[in-house]
T-cell receptor
Framework: AQKVTQAQTEISVVEKEDVTLDCVYETRDTTYYLFWYKQPPSGELVFLIRRNSFDEQNEISGRYSWNFQKSTSSFNFTITASQVVDSAVYFCAHHGTSYGKLTFGQGTILTVHP | DTAVSQTPKYLVTQMGNDKSIKCEQNLGHDTMYWYKQDSKKFLKIMFSYNNKELIINETVPNRFSPKSPDKAHLNLHINSLELGDSAVYFC?????????????FGPGTRLLVL
């Protein structure tokens, strides 16, 4: 069965600090997809990135970067020079070969202080 | 303009009542979902429909009944509401039910059962 673990329940940083959110997954699927979503205080779920299991290239998008390491079953998310607007709950999720089933981690609450 | 919309945004009701939440997507997607987010922010899939057919039913009490009148709509009806049903319910949609596509979420419906 799939499982996604986000061991950091809450992280608090000061603006301009870099912060890394950890995500570790368990899967029996050989082909799978990993996602990150952001849930700001307003409550909606915002898609950030999707990665497939056969593409281990790291990705950068502005201040966001993702490090996918199949050997350690991890898909970590780094925010560089954090800003107050980055304060949110961040969810890592896994999708295997089962129909439509996204399995979410517990979420990490990130608070960025001015 | 909105991609995935839900009504109502807030729902406060008494135990024992029956209520419905509506979801519509204008993305032309074939697959729609209902997720439940509990008070600890944990997100879990409840149902998924592909082309109006039920493909996922995740051991949800049968007081919950989804209905998909067409591909663009997926409604959730809840009978005999209980205190434990209080949660945020998210609707989502995707092109199909594979992991290679992204699920896009609606704004959520905050249900409070008194």
């Amino acid at each position: 069965a799939q499982k996604v673990t986000q061991a950091q329940t809450e992280i608090s940083v000061v603006e301009k600090e870099d912060v890394t959110l950890d995500c570790v997954y368990e899967t029996r699927d050989t082909t799978y997809y990993l996602f990150w979503y952001k849930q700001p205080p307003s409550g909606e779920l915002v898609f950030l990135i999707r990665r497939n299991s056969f593409d281990e290239q790291n990705e950068i998008s502005g201040r966001y970067s993702w490090n996918f390491q199949k050997s350690t079953s991890s898909f970590n998310f780094t925010i560089t020079a954090s800003q107050v607007v980055d304060s949110a709950v961040y969810f890592c999720a896994h999708h295997g070969t089962s129909y439509g089933k996204l399995t979410f981690g517990q979420g990490t609450i990130l608070t960025v202080h001015p | 303009d909105t991609a995935v919309s839900q009504t109502p945004k807030y729902l406060v009701t008494q135990m024992g009542n029956d209520k419905s939440i509506k979801c519509e997507q204008n993305l032309g997607h074939d697959t729609m979902y209902w997720y439940k987010q509990d008070s600890k922010k944990f997100l879990k899939i409840m149902f998924s429909y592909n082309n109006k057919e039920l493909i996922i039913n995740e051991t949800v009490p049968n007081r919950f009944s989804p209905k998909s009148p067409d591909k663009a709509h997926l409604n959730l009806h809840i009978n005999s509401l209980e205190l434990g049903d209080s949660a945020v319910y998210f609707c989502a949609s995707s092109l199909d039910y594979g992991g290679r596509v992204t699920q896009y979420f609606g704004p959520g419906t905050r249900l409070l059962v008194l």
